[in-house]
């Protein structure tokens, strides 16, 4: 394996739902004053002149994001919007169990939503996309399911693995390369 890019993730900052633990994926929240402070702490740590690829999610939370990261020439790609919840859009885990006792998006996927398999194509073509770039460096603004799909897509482990990677809102995380094979640098900073 020849050269690899850095992969930098960047969940979005905090909204209402995120911060009640509501289910969002097409419902299009604003960041909260909280999530606005998050985004804009992101400016100490990273440099927009260091990445040669900068994506983002079509959804405002991440756009904003990146633009109050300092990050204001980015491309959307709708591969980077968040797992579809279908029924589950707005609901809590909590209150999904009531109805399906165990459900784990992992497994069970969403009703009138995507399944794991259709977020992992998704995710799958973000990783080609970034090996392809020859870029150094590249980034992507996204969500918290995405970005942990994501994750496992660039390390090729399976999708069920995700419940083992928390990600908080605001946070930081990169992949990279471990000698031959592809690691995850930091997670979830």
Known sequence: MGHMTE?????????????????????????????????????????PADFGLVLASPRLRAQRTARLAGFEDFEVDENLAEWNYGDFEGKTSAEIRKIYPGWRIWWNGCPNGED????????????????????DKAICFAHGHALRVLALCWLDFPIAFGQNFPLGVGSLSIMGQEKESPAMIVWNS
Do not use: F
Not at 33 to 40: I, N, P, R, S, T
């Open 116 to 135: 794991s398999r259709a977020v992992r194509r998704r995710l799958t073509r973000i990783v080609k996309r970034v090996d392809d770039s020859g870029v």
């Open 7 to 47: 992969l930098y993730l960047v969940r979005h900052g905090e909204t209402a739902w995120s911060k009640s633990g509501q289910h969002t994926s097409v419902t299009d929240l604003d960041l909260t004053d909280h999530g606005v402070e998050q985004a804009m702490g992101l400016r100490a740590r990273l440099n």
